[in-house]
Structure formats: C-alpha cells, structure tokens
C-alpha cells in the first residue's frame, strides 16, 4: 500500500549516511550463480536422453564462463546410495563439472533433508525427513562433513576442494547446524525466498540477505530458484526467463540485491527449461556486471555482520572497520574528499554513489569541492575485483582480478601516462580517463606515472 522508502523513511528524518552494501562490487553490480544438485540422475527430454547433470554440464556450463559454484547430492550420485547402478556413469559426469575452471566446488548434503531443525513437528513432515537411502538414519553431522568428505575425496580434482555448503529443503538451520558448516571451514548458503515480477511486486516479498545469530550467520541466496517461477514445475517449464524481471526490479530504482542466478539440476531435464536457462545467461553476460563466486559473495554478506561505522565528533567523517565488504552506499551528494583511506572508486548508482573500498579499515572523508579526490585518479567501474591499489605522490599501481575477460575504468587520469602493464591487458585513453579491457579472465596488472599526487591507499 505504501511505499516504505518513500513514505515512512522521511517520517523518521534520519541523516544521511554512508551504508554498508553487498550488492556491488568495483562500482557494478554483482552477478553470481549456483546450482543445488537435486535431480542430478534425472533423464532428460533432449535428444540422447543424457542425465540432467550431464545436460547441464554440456548446454550451460560449458558454454557460459561465468563462476559458478556447484553441488551434487551425495545419495544420488554415489554407489553407496539411491542409484548404485548408475553411480559408475554418474560420478565421472561430476568430476568433469568438478574440473571446470570457472567452477568451484558445493555439497548439497547425503540425502537431501527436507528440515534442518529437529524440532519440526511431524505433521509438517510431509515428505519425510529425507531421501530414503536404504539403512539411513538421517544424522546431520553425516549430511555435512561426510557429504564434503566424499566429495573432496572421490569427485574433486587434486586442486580444488568443497568451499560452500547450499542447505536443502526448508533450509531452517539451527545456530548450533550452521556452527558445523564454519568448523568445516564452509560459507553456507540458501534459504530466503525473495520472489517478485512486474505484475507482483511488494518489498515485503524481499527477504533480508541473512539469518543472523548470536553465534552463527546463515546467508540467504539473494534471489529465490526456479521452482517458485514453475508453479512448482506444474506448469510453464520455461517460467524461469522471468526471474530477469527480478532482477531488474531489484535493481532500480533502488539495488536492493545482487543478480543471483540460481537453480537445480533437474532445471536440464526439458527444452523449456534449458532454454530458459539460455535466455538468463545470454541476458546477465550482455550486462555491465561483476562476476563472483558463491564463496566471495558469501564472504561479503557474512561481513555484514562483522562491519562497524562510526561518525568522527568534531569532523564529518566516518570510520569503517570490515571483514568482508568491499562497497558502501553513500548518500546523494556525497563527494569523497582526497584525505580518504581504504576508498578506491566511486560510481554514481539508481539509489546513490557507491564507493569502492580495499581493505578492512576505511576512513571516508566528504571533499570541500565538487570533485572526487581532489581530481585524482581513482576507479570508475570494473567487472573485476580490485587486488592492489597503491599510489604514492606520482606513481599509482593496480591490479584487477577478473573471472571474465576484464572490463574498467579509471576516471580523472588525464595527468597520467602508462608505465608498464601486464602483457593480455588493452589499454585505451581518452580524454579524462583510461579503458582497460581483456579478453580472457585472469589478474593484471598497471602501473601510472601521474602529476601531482598524493595520499597512500593499500
């Protein structure tokens, strides 16, 4: 009915201040997509009757280089369990995904349990408490660190091993379940159910991006799986396209949440559904976005918790102390002064300019004049995470890490000349700034001979 940006905020005649933001990354917005391994053993409807693991693997993973973080299902895939007759074809389709570079490695748990917190009341167990492995008892410590076991030790390549663990089911963790998860040394993801379309559309269907206790931290997945844009898969198998409306809904006129593309394995089983899946890749790769990894992601949303602010008494500045974000929203209006610390960009968003920040202790000052940085360099827009930034009175150095072939900006660099540069990396300058670009992924570096510079930032 109301608004609440519009028509309560103002009623509280808050000031405006600096927020903390997981949406954005290097001033563009974040991208990210994972895959639940539910219905890995599937057979799919597509000429060769594949696996819907295997359709995945050949229709999106190969063709799409975006990071992707991906699980299976331990009993589904596993000779040890629903399908030992299958495990011998199964298993080898795993490893191939396992090895792909753009992919990092998830456990979607042994039996899939539909309920995380014992204290369920049976009536609510429609389904049971999991899948029905044969001589299973569901035992939690087994869905998790048992679950990363087999992976990392049948399935994962020699350099690579489990780094998220994606809740099944209701995904209703106890503090005490998600502890587990952290001494696994594992981010832990899913859960949430942020769901809405041009023609259905209320902040009260947003969920927040955590679950957040005293003693453990669940990340919610940004934007709700396929399931809720099939009915269920009832009808409309290619219903999973308009979850782009989602995104762009959630991207203006305020940036509530990250693209997050996120869906199962059974997604590969009909036409509709993987050309669906086409569509939402085709659209998020044409999009000036940042690529991660589930993990980083994670790592990001957990530092909101573990993020402090405070507001300096006899100056109008702000101290910013976290362990994982690297961008804050900052208000309207608000130029970054060149006495700043930690801050490296700044681009203007739908909802306010967002500042780009390196390292865990950030001092953010507004400039006297109207210019960011006192007319230093300093970082527009990159699809890439910002690894080194370093200047001095007349050298800047950086070095961009991207998951895609790389895309920047530098603004303000018309006092600046290249000195040298990573061999791969394209350089173009205009006017008042310098385009980097790529054309594979990877890290690069540059280093800027610049006039009249000050200020160091590490």
């Known amino acids: 009915m109301l608004d609440p940006f519009e028509h309560i905020l103002p009623l509280l005649n808050l000031p405006p201040l600096p927020a903390p933001d997981i949406t954005t990354e290097s001033g563009s917005r974040i991208v990210t997509a994972h895959i639940d391994g539910d219905g890995f053993p599937s057979v799919a409807w597509v000429p060769g009757k594949p696996f819907a693991g295997e359709s995945v693997y050949q229709r999106i993973l190969q063709r799409y280089p975006l990071p992707h973080t991906v699980s299976v299902v331990e009993a589904e895939v596993a000779p040890h369990g629903l399908y030992p007759e299958l495990a011998a074809q199964l298993e080898p389709i795993a490893r191939a995904i396992f090895q792909l570079p753009h992919v990092e490695l998830a456990s979607h748990t042994f039996s899939h349990p539909f309920f995380w917190d014992p ?4 009536r609510e167990k429609l389904y049971g408490d999991a899948q029905p492995v044969p001589g299973y008892t569901l035992d939690y410590q087994r869905e998790m660190a048992g679950s990363v076991d087999y992976i990392n030790q049948r399935l994962a390549p020699a350099h690579k091993q489990v780094k998220v663990y994606l809740w ?18 594992l981010f832990n993801v899913n859960g949430g159910n942020t769901y809405v379309l041009n023609d259905n559309f209320s902040y009260a269907q947003v969920s927040p991006h955590l679950n957040w206790y005293p003693t453990a931290v669940q990340v919610y997945a940004p934007i709700m799986n396929e399931n809720l844009y099939t009915e269920l898969w009832t009808e409309n198998f290619s219903g999973f396209a308009r979850v782009t409306e989602t995104f762009s809904k959630l991207g203006q006129p305020r940036r509530l949440k990250p693209v997050s593309i996120y869906y199962h394995m059974y997604s590969g089983m009909y036409p509709s559904s993987l050309g669906a899946l086409d569509y939402i890749y085709q659209w998020a790769m044409q999009q000036p976005f940042t690529p991660l990894f589930l993990s980083e992601f994670a790592k990001r949303a957990s530092g909101l918790y573990e993020t402090g602010m405070a507001k300096h008494l006899l100056q109008p500045g702000y101290a910013i102390r976290s362990t994982g974000v690297k961008s804050l929203r900052l208000p309207d209006g ?7 610390t930690g801050v490296v960009g700044v681009t203007d968003g739908p909802d306010g300019r967002y500042a780009s920040l390196l390292g865990n202790q950030v001092h953010l000052w507004p400039a006297t004049t109207t210019t960011d940085f006192a007319g230093q360099p300093y970082l527009q827009q990159a699809n890439a995470i910002v690894e080194h930034w370093q200047h001095s009175s007349s050298q800047l150095n950086i070095t961009l890490r991207g998951h895609v072939a790389v895309n920047a900006t530098l603004a303000q660099t018309a006092a600046c000349q290249v000195v040298n540069m990573s061999p791969g990396l394209k350089v173009q300058q205009q006017a008042t700034t310098l385009q980097l670009s790529s054309t594979v992924a990877g890290s690069f570096s ?4 610049c006039q009249s510079m000050a200020t160091e930032v590490k």
């Open 119 to 122: 204290r369920v009341s049976i």
């Open 168 to 185: 099944s089911g209701m995904a209703n963790p106890t503090p005490e379940i998600i502890a587990q998860t952290s001494a696994l040394g």
């Open 334 to 340: 608000f130029v970054i002064g060149s006495q700043s």
């Open 446 to 449: 540059i280093n800027l001979q």
